[in-house]
């Protein structure tokens, strides 16, 4: 059975071989500089991280989110919890609500 068939079928495992060994030296030869490009790239991104982010997250981003926890989370959850509070004494008399113990206690 070794005589019968076609060309092609006794060429295909050689020229498959060949070719896969052009593609990975073609691509070992080309990995080369991008990984030398990439490497640039990365320092280049260093640089700039660490001159502009970090100055602008310590000078702008810090302050901002401060301003923000103390100019409106503080405030909205400070009256949130005031009326919850007071919806909850103005409730009382009417309906039982269960109160549950605190996870800390004040000292008074």
């Known amino acids: 059975f070794d005589d019968e068939g076609l060309l092609v079928d006794k060429a295909i495992p050689s020229l498959?071989?060949?070719?896969?060994?052009?593609?990975?030296?073609?691509?070992?030869?080309?990995?080369i500089p991008l990984v030398i490009?990439?490497?640039?790239?990365?320092?280049?991104?260093?640089?700039?991280?660490?001159?502009?982010?970090?100055?602008?997250?310590?000078?702008?981003?810090?302050p901002l989110l401060v301003s923000l926890h103390n100019l409106i989370l503080s405030p909205l959850f400070s009256l949130l919890y005031n009326i919850s509070s007071m919806v909850a004494t103005t409730l009382s008399p009417c309906c039982s609500i269960h109160k549950f113990a605190p996870l800390w206690n004040y000292v008074q």
Do not use: H, W
């Open 16 to 31: 498959t071989f060949c070719c896969s060994k052009v593609s990975a030296e073609v691509l070992g030869v080309l990995k």
């Open 37 to 62: 490009l990439f490497v640039f790239l990365g320092q280049i991104l260093k640089v700039l991280i660490s001159s502009i982010l970090r100055p602008f997250s310590d000078y702008i981003f810090k």
